[in-house]
T-cell receptor, first 110, second 114 residues
């Protein structure tokens, strides 16, 4: 089993839709979790850190379920500018060993 | 607007060349990282430095040699690379060495090995 897995996608949704992505991790000792977005041929940019039971930032909500070892990202009222690849990142609990998932591609259509 | 810069942005080299990638962070961070991103594959962590000491080396071939002269600069020295080493090489930094520190990435160096 891979350390971090994500919905394969791609997700094609109309503007204004709500979309959710899931990410699962295999190491139960993982301590910290992040969502990044990466535009085509650009570097990843931090979208949200996910602490304890989750957090919200405007249209974006991240949830953490430690018992089931997954995190989710919910995007409400999708905008064209939300089109990107969303990367789930897990620190697997020993130092700075950050493991990136393969990413889920989102295309928001007009 | 990024606090992490990388040079060069693009590099084409032959298998017998020696080149170096440079990363500089202007954020006052204490930890720096090298990642490799190949097409259709997740980002792979290569090296981690915390307070200029290497703390992680994820079984990277010796043809990649990192150097961290101070907390603001990180280099990746390249020699006798293979075509499969062609990828986007990303540098990142974080405030500290703990689990909860968010990473900030530079724009990357797109490397092509002929």
């Amino acid at each position: 089993r891979k350390e971090v897995e994500q919905d394969p996608g791609p997700f094609n949704v109309p503007e204004g839709a709500t979309v959710a992505f899931n990410c699962t991790y295999s190491n139960s000792a993982s301590q910290s979790f992040f969502w990044y977005r990466q535009d085509c041929r650009k570097e990843p940019k931090l979208l949200m850190s996910v602490y304890s039971s989750g957090n919200e930032d405007g249209r974006f909500t991240a949830q953490l379920n430690r018992a089931s070892q997954y995190i989710s990202l919910l995007i409400r009222d999708s905008k064209l500018s939300d089109s990107a690849t969303y990367l789930c990142v897990v620190n697997v609990g020993y130092g700075q060993n950050f493991v990136f998932g393969p990413g889920t591609r989102l295309s928001v259509l007009p | 607007e990024t606090g992490v810069t990388q040079t060069p942005r693009h590099l084409v080299m032959g298998m017998t060349n020696k080149k170096s990638l440079k990363c500089e962070q202007h954020l006052g961070h204490n930890a720096m990282y090298w990642y490799k991103q190949s097409a259709k594959k997740p980002l792979e962590l290569m090296f981690v430095y915390s307070l200029e000491e290497r703390v992680e080396n994820n079984s990277v071939p010796s043809r990649f040699s990192p150097e961290c002269p101070n907390s603001s600069h990180l280099f990746l020295h390249l020699h006798t690379l293979q075509p499969e080493d062609s990828a986007l090489y990303l540098c990142a930094s974080s405030r500290g060495a703990g689990d909860y520190n968010e990473q900030f990435f530079g724009p990357g160096t797109r490397l092509t090995v002929l």
